[in-house]
Structure formats: C-alpha cells, structure tokens
C-alpha cells in the first residue's frame, strides 16, 4: 500500500512560482512511475507531468512545458512539482498519483493505482 500527502500549494501572483511536494510511504514506492495531475473547478481532472520511476523519462502538458519540472527527492520518498511563471489558468487543485504499470499509459486517470489528497493552487491576475 501506498499512501501520497500532497503539500506546497497556496496563492501566489501570476509570474511567480511555487514548488508543490508529494510524500510518499510504502516500501515499493520508489519504483513506480509518478504523475501530476490537475482539477481546476468544473473542469476534468487534466495531466501535468509524468516521470519514471529512474527519472530517465518525463513528460509535460503542452502548455506547462519550459514552466513547470518534475524531480524526484534524494531519499526517493518525496516527489517534486516546481512551478515557475505561473498564470491564472493554472489555478487549480492538484494531485499526486503513483502508477504500477509501467506501460499504462501516463496521461491517463485510470493508469494511476495511488492517489494524494490534493494541494490548491491559485494563481491572482
């Protein structure tokens, strides 16, 4: 079992930059894939950020890409989001997610077998 606690989020004003953590427990964590996803209100729940469980392979959202980096912690148990030159579109809740298969698809919900809680990001104009 896997549990992910979400942390970092709050307000902050479009341009500038937050770094949003995911703690992990579980003694196989730091094999698996991991994601970042986000929900802003009324909207699907959208993929951010992929990355392999050796950090060899990561992915973006189109447009967070050159903005936003995915890291992984030197003791492997803290997952990384580093936000930077936000804007207003990013406000959203965002969550931390743990995949087991490695060939499920990375931008997909149901790839994703753990789930944080979610942190909120709002980004004022």
């Known amino acids: 079992q896997v549990q992910l606690v979400e942390s970092g989020g709050g307000l902050v004003q479009a341009g500038g930059s937050l770094r949003l953590s995911c703690a992990a427990s579980?003694?196989?964590?730091?094999?698996?894939?991991m994601g970042w996803f986000r929900q802003a209100p009324g909207k699907e729940r959208e993929f951010v950020a992929a990355?392999?469980?050796?950090?060899?392979?990561?992915h973006y959202l189109d447009s967070v890409k050159g903005r936003f980096t995915v890291s992984r912690g030197n003791a492997k148990s803290t997952v990384y989001l580093q936000m930077t030159s936000l804007k207003p579109e990013d406000t959203a809740v965002y969550y931390c997610?743990?995949?087991?298969?490695?060939?499920?698809?990375?931008?997909?919900?149901?790839?994703?077998?753990?789930w944080g809680q979610g942190t909120q990001v709002t980004v004022s104009s």
């Open positions: 997610a743990a995949r087991t298969d490695p060939i499920a698809p990375y931008h997909r919900r149901r790839s994703y077998d753990y």
């Open positions: 579980g003694r196989t964590f730091s094999s698996y894939d």
């Open positions: 990355f392999s469980w050796s950090g060899s392979n990561t």
